[in-house]
């Protein structure tokens, strides 16, 4: 089989995902009304929830059965969003009122974005270049996202 020369669509998305939460990261950073600070921890915690399942559900598992070498990474991969969920929980519990809130977040916004610089640059690469049948995760990881989503709402 040819070696794809083309970023698959599924892999694409998750990149515009990473597009999205590194700005409201970006967002939070600038924002100096702690009001508009909480909006933005809300929301970015929605899109990492969304997000999260969607990899930790479908696409890890499709990558894992094809990158069989690559099964370190994964792992890793894995406890990064294992950081996540733990932080994310325990921010669900506190409010904007807590006086490490605003720290925890900026935290999460840390271990995420170098969460994302090993995924863009080492996983997503190397998964490419898998041999997956990418319409069917595609279809499957869009249909669980339009789930999620709507129960987020």
């Known amino acids: 089989m040819a070696v794809m020369t083309k970023t698959p669509t599924v892999l694409k998305m998750l990149k515009e995902d990473h597009k999205k939460v590194k700005g409201i990261f970006d967002e939070f950073e600038e924002a100096s009304d702690k009001r508009r600070k909480a909006k933005l921890v809300l929301e970015g915690v929605q899109e ?3 997000h999260a399942a969607l990899e930790e559900e479908l696409v890890y598992p ?10 370190e990474l994964m ?3 894995l406890e990064e969003h294992h950081v996540v969920h733990v932080l994310i929980g325990e921010l669900k519990e506190m409010s904007p009122e807590d006086e490490r809130y605003f720290a925890k977040f900026t935290v999460l916004a840390e271990n995420v974005r170098h969460h994302i610089k090993e995924e863009e ?13 990418w319409e069917e995760l595609q279809q499957s990881v869009e249909q669980r996202k339009a789930e999620l989503t709507a129960k987020k709402r």
Do not use: S
Request: hydrophobic share 40%; aromatic share 4%; net charge negative.
């Open 121 to 133: 640059g080492e996983m997503f690469p190397q998964a490419a270049d898998a041999e997956i049948d």
């Open 75 to 77: 792992d890793e991969a």
């Open 62 to 71: 499709a990558l894992r059965k094809e990158m069989e070498e690559e099964e």
């Open 48 to 50: 990492l929830e969304v």
